[in-house]
């Protein structure tokens, strides 16, 4: 069964337990209602009776001696229109009036003695004695009449006794037909029957209209799995933030768009690798095709003698080259896997830049650059000694690289919780899209500027990226093609970096995190 005619149903099923049980319940209080206010009528009728000095009492006696007749029968015609009848008993049970003939109530022994307790009595189905006789018609000419008795119809009874000084003197046996409520009943049940079938077929409609609006959600929910399952996560449930569905929708659409990322992330994560692959080769082919000349020249003897010893040299650098290249890989799956040691100890980065512009500036007069030291004389820094100095270094060297007759600034400051250093430089600058991408191994801003030093193979600013987070610090890039770029670095100081796996060394008072 599909579920819209599942919670069709459902709901039909709470409307008629619901219209069934207030009906019946409805019925039951009318029933109740009715007889009783019958009941109270008939007892202000029968107070009607006794009251309005139509019945005549022996006051030393306390019985009835006379009726009032011609009072009492116009009362009773008025009672009989109202289809009601009476019967009044003196306190010896003798029955002194009849406003019907065939209507004599029957008072048994035990009501005698309720009413004489001062007691009414109130019965909802009593049949009196009758004697009437019903002709029954010929049906054919020759068919005979019969006459038969026939049982009157039900009535309801209030029998209520009235007492002088204590005395019973009087009771009055009161009551209406049953039908006559009965008619009032069945059109009472009549119309609650018609309301019955409208709030069913309302209930219907309305279920239907509901849980078709629930199942087209659900139905695009459905569609929506499947485009998944194929690989299509562009795609966007509508969301009103009202019932739980739209929850499920907005948590649907988180998660497609988590996939989306995800498969992009995954894709350009094929892409880098592949880029990774092609640029290592591409790296590796040039000193192995170097290598593999020069040795095939050497087998053929095809190299003269004099120039043996310049070919060694070019085999030893690119060899170098080489073994560069993967050291530098190694270190760089090291550091990103935090399977490095960091000896992490208060030092003056100030020494350390002056050293560095020191061992530089030839490199730097090669291309007419000028390296310039802004950085105050002691400037301490919380940091791994010998990882801060490859930062810096990769840094300064990348700057030099893409420099020509230009200036490359070294800048430091204590700042809070920690020690921040520029390295600005005039060179050729980048693009956004180069800034967003220098983290990456093997990126390359411009290939034709390639040292043959240290960074030569593009890995370096990748590991100075990873070293820099390793030591809970951050690094910032800003630049602007053909106007030059500026690596801000930020080293946390010993309250603020990070301590997890941190070991000291008592020895040397430093602190090697692993």
Same mark, same amino acid.
């Given at each position: 069964?599909?579920?819209?005619?599942?919670?069709?149903?459902?709901?039909?099923?709470?409307? &008629?337990?619901?219209?069934?049980?207030? @009906?019946?319940? *409805?019925? +039951?209080?009318?029933?109740?209602?009715?007889?009783?206010? @019958?009941?109270?009528?008939?007892?202000?009728?029968?107070?009607?009776?006794?009251?309005?000095?139509?019945?005549?009492?022996?006051?030393?006696?306390?019985?009835?001696?006379?009726?009032?007749?011609?009072? $009492?029968?116009?009362?009773?015609?008025?009672?009989?229109?109202?289809?009601?009848?009476?019967?009044?008993?003196?306190?010896?049970?003798?029955?002194?009036?009849?406003?019907?003939?065939?209507?004599?109530?029957?008072?048994?022994?035990?009501?005698?003695?309720?009413?004489?307790?001062?007691?009414?009595?109130?019965?909802?189905?009593?049949?009196?004695? @009758?004697?009437?006789? &019903?002709?029954?018609?010929?049906?054919?000419?020759?068919? #005979?009449?019969?006459?038969?008795? $026939?049982?009157? #119809?039900?009535?309801?009874?209030?029998?209520?006794?009235? *007492?002088?000084?204590?005395?019973?003197?009087?009771?009055?046996?009161?009551?209406? *037909?049953?039908?006559?409520?009965?008619?009032?009943?069945?059109?009472?049940?009549?119309?609650?029957?018609?309301?019955?079938?409208?709030?069913?077929?309302?209930?219907? &409609?309305?279920?239907?209209?509901?849980?078709?609006?629930?199942?087209?959600?659900?139905?695009?929910?459905?569609?929506?799995?499947?485009?998944?399952?194929?690989?299509?996560?562009?795609?966007?449930?509508?969301?009103?933030?009202?019932?739980?569905?739209?929850?499920?929708?907005?948590?649907?659409? /988180?998660?497609?768009?988590?996939?989306?990322?995800?498969?992009?992330?995954?894709?350009?994560?094929?892409?880098?690798?592949?880029?990774?692959?092609?640029?290592?080769?591409?790296?590796?082919?040039?000193?192995?095709?170097?290598?593999?000349?020069?040795?095939?020249?050497?087998?053929?003897?095809?190299? #003269?003698?004099?120039?043996?010893?310049?070919?060694?040299?070019?085999?030893?650098?690119?060899?170098?080259?080489?073994?560069?290249?993967?050291?530098?890989?190694?270190?760089?799956?090291?550091?990103?896997?935090?399977?490095?040691?960091?000896?992490?100890? /208060?030092?003056?980065?100030?020494?350390?830049?002056?050293?560095?512009?020191?061992?530089?500036?030839?490199?730097?007069?090669?291309?007419?650059?000028?390296?310039?030291?802004?950085?105050? #004389?002691?400037?301490? /820094?919380?940091?791994?000694?010998?990882?801060?100095?490859?930062?810096?270094?990769?840094?300064?060297?990348?700057?030099?690289? *893409?420099?020509?007759?230009?200036?490359?600034?070294? +800048?430091?400051?204590?700042?809070?919780?920690?020690?921040?250093?520029?390295?600005?430089?005039?060179?050729?600058?980048?693009?956004?899209?180069?800034?967003?991408?220098?983290?990456?191994?093997?990126?390359?801003?411009?290939?034709?500027?390639?040292?043959?030093?240290?960074?030569?193979?593009?890995?370096?600013?990748?590991?100075?990226?990873?070293?820099?987070?390793?030591?809970?610090?951050?690094?910032? &890039?800003?630049?602007?093609?053909?106007?030059?770029? @500026?690596?801000?670095?930020?080293?946390?100081?010993?309250?603020?970096?990070?301590?997890?796996?941190?070991?000291?060394?008592?020895?040397?008072?430093?602190?090697?995190?692993?």
């Amino acid at each position: 069964m599909r579920l819209v005619w599942r919670q069709m149903l459902g709901i039909l099923v709470v409307v &008629v337990v619901l219209c069934t049980t207030l @009906t019946i319940s *409805f019925v +039951g209080i009318t029933n109740r209602t009715v007889y009783l206010n @019958t009941w109270r009528q008939l007892s202000q009728n029968a107070d009607s009776l006794i009251n309005d000095d139509e019945i005549i009492f022996n006051k030393k006696t306390g019985q009835i001696v006379g009726i009032e007749k011609s009072q $009492v029968d116009s009362k009773a015609r008025m009672l009989i229109r109202q289809h009601v009848k009476f019967a009044i008993y003196d306190g010896k049970h003798a029955l002194r009036y009849t406003n019907e003939p065939d209507y004599i109530p029957t008072i048994s022994a035990k009501e005698w003695q309720t009413i004489k307790t001062g007691q009414a009595i109130q019965k909802r189905a009593n049949v009196a004695k @009758t004697t009437k006789k &019903v002709t029954i018609k010929q049906t054919t000419p020759h068919s #005979p009449k019969d006459e038969k008795l $026939v049982a009157p #119809p039900e009535m309801t009874t209030v029998i209520k006794p009235y *007492f002088y000084k204590g005395k019973l003197v009087a009771a009055v046996a009161i009551g209406t *037909f049953t039908s006559t409520m009965r008619e009032n009943m069945n059109q009472i049940i009549n119309d609650l029957l018609i309301s019955f079938l409208i709030a069913v077929l309302v209930a219907l &409609v309305i279920s239907f209209f509901v849980s078709r609006s629930l199942t087209r959600r659900i139905d695009a929910m459905n569609k929506a799995t499947r485009q998944v399952a194929r690989g299509d996560y562009n795609i966007h449930l509508e969301n009103r933030q009202k019932d739980e569905l739209d929850e499920l929708s907005h948590n649907f659409n /988180v998660m497609a768009r988590s996939l989306q990322e995800s498969q992009e992330e995954i894709k350009e994560q094929e892409e880098r690798r592949q880029q990774f692959l092609a640029n290592a080769a591409h790296e590796m082919r040039t000193p192995l095709t170097t290598i593999n000349g020069i040795l095939e020249g050497l087998a053929y003897d095809v190299i #003269p003698e004099d120039e043996k010893k310049h070919s060694i040299e070019l085999m030893q650098r690119d060899t170098k080259r080489l073994i560069r290249l993967v050291n530098d890989n190694l270190n760089y799956e090291k550091i990103r896997t935090n399977q490095i040691s960091l000896n992490r100890k /208060v030092f003056d980065a100030g020494a350390v830049i002056t050293n560095l512009r020191d061992q530089l500036t030839k490199k730097a007069a090669a291309k007419d650059n000028q390296l310039v030291v802004t950085a105050p #004389p002691e400037l301490r /820094v919380y940091a791994d000694y010998d990882r801060f100095v490859q930062i810096l270094f990769n840094i300064i060297q990348n700057a030099i690289q *893409f420099t020509d007759h230009g200036t490359i600034t070294i +800048g430091g400051r204590l700042v809070s919780h920690g020690t921040e250093f520029t390295v600005q430089d005039t060179g050729i600058g980048m693009t956004d899209e180069q800034v967003a991408h220098i983290w990456e191994r093997f990126y390359k801003a411009d290939r034709s500027r390639m040292s043959t030093k240290y960074g030569e193979s593009g890995i370096g600013m990748a590991i100075v990226h990873q070293l820099v987070k390793l030591h809970g610090g951050k690094i910032r &890039v800003t630049s602007r093609l053909n106007h030059g770029t @500026t690596f801000t670095l930020f080293f946390p100081d010993r309250q603020s970096a990070p301590h997890t796996g941190v070991k000291k060394n008592h020895e040397n008072g430093n602190e090697s995190d692993k």
